[in-house]
């Protein structure tokens, strides 16, 4: 049975983390997988320190704010350190619900995939996000099939699972600010082969998103610019060599 690690990052997630830790832990007993829970708290100002010690997970305590890509870059290396098979990314607010993790161990096994993303738009079940938010999310898939012939429907999608060859990637580099879409890039820039598994997602169950309103402009923009800045230099490095 693969060993898993599931990075859990967390800022500011006092309304939502237990939930998302203890359901995790339900799930990987109710179907015998071996899945240590790692949560990492990204310097939170809250409750959600003192309530991660607390809980069945490994607990990583950031002293300063790295955002999400440092966040999950942490886990990651921790993950790889540590001897892991694989490790899963699930959002610290409760939008992932575990019990569509086995989805995506499944479609890894069945598929061999580096790196297999769960995806709420191949079905349209569950929680779809904003109509804003969807417009993005479908500018970036074509955006992304034009520079590396790979269709990701959910690219924003941070409820994923990658093997070792994908983590030694990773812990030399991770995007730092709103990764999910130029990780993608990254991957598949080295050869690393994907693809995407229908689940359902929910609502944020607590805490404020970050990308609301005029933040989804510049969310769109600054991610558009880490993807082009990203693949124009891979392809300068494999020029170099």
Same mark, same amino acid.
């Given at each position: 049975?693969? %060993?898993?690690? *599931?990075?859990? @990052?967390?800022?500011? &997630?006092? &309304? /939502? !983390?237990?939930?998302?830790?203890? &359901?995790?832990? /339900?799930?990987?007993?109710?179907?015998?997988?071996?899945? +240590?829970?790692?949560? +990492?708290?990204?310097?939170?100002?809250?409750?959600?320190?003192? =309530?991660? =010690? /607390?809980? @069945?997970?490994?607990?990583?305590?950031?002293?300063?704010?790295?955002?999400?890509?440092?966040? +999950?870059?942490?886990?990651?290396?921790?993950?790889?350190?540590?001897?892991?098979?694989?490790? !899963?990314?699930?959002?610290?607010?409760?939008?992932? @619900?575990? &019990?569509?993790?086995?989805?995506?161990?499944? *479609?890894?096994?069945?598929?061999?995939?580096? !790196?297999?993303?769960?995806? %709420?738009?191949?079905?349209? $079940?569950?929680?779809?996000?904003? $109509?804003? #938010?969807?417009?993005?999310?479908?500018?970036?898939?074509? =955006?992304?099939?034009?520079?590396?012939?790979?269709?990701?429907?959910?690219?924003t999608s941070g409820f994923r699972m990658i093997d070792r060859k994908a983590l030694q990637l990773v812990c030399d580099y991770y995007p730092d600010e709103y990764p999910e879409p130029e990780a993608i890039i990254l991957y598949r820039k080295n050869n690393l082969s994907m693809g995407e598994v229908a689940v359902n997602m929910r609502q944020r169950q607590g805490g404020i998103s970050s990308i609301g309103g005029?933040?989804?402009?510049?969310?769109?923009?600054?991610? $558009?610019?880490?993807?082009?800045?990203?693949?124009?230099?891979?392809?300068?490095?494999?020029? *170099? #060599?």
């Amino acid at each position: 049975m693969p %060993r898993i690690a *599931a990075i859990v @990052p967390a800022y500011n &997630e006092e &309304e /939502s !983390i237990a939930s998302v830790v203890n &359901e995790l832990h /339900s799930v990987s007993v109710q179907n015998n997988l071996d899945i +240590v829970i790692v949560v +990492v708290n990204d310097c939170s100002n809250d409750s959600t320190w003192n =309530l991660v =010690l /607390s809980l @069945p997970c490994v607990a990583i305590n950031l002293p300063v704010n790295l955002g999400i890509g440092g966040a +999950v870059q942490t886990g990651f290396k921790h993950a790889l350190q540590n001897g892991f098979d694989f490790a !899963i990314q699930i959002d610290g607010d409760g939008q992932h @619900p575990a &019990e569509e993790l086995p989805k995506l161990i499944l *479609a890894q096994q069945r598929n061999g995939w580096n !790196i297999t993303i769960g995806s %709420r738009f191949i079905d349209k $079940t569950g929680f779809q996000s904003s $109509t804003l #938010r969807r417009t993005g999310i479908n500018y970036f898939k074509h =955006l992304i099939r034009l520079l590396v012939n790979v269709t990701i429907t959910d690219s924003t999608s941070g409820f994923r699972m990658i093997d070792r060859k994908a983590l030694q990637l990773v812990c030399d580099y991770y995007p730092d600010e709103y990764p999910e879409p130029e990780a993608i890039i990254l991957y598949r820039k080295n050869n690393l082969s994907m693809g995407e598994v229908a689940v359902n997602m929910r609502q944020r169950q607590g805490g404020i998103s970050s990308i609301g309103g005029r933040a989804s402009i510049y969310y769109m923009f600054k991610v $558009t610019l880490s993807i082009l800045f990203t693949f124009i230099k891979t392809n300068s490095k494999k020029q *170099a #060599r």
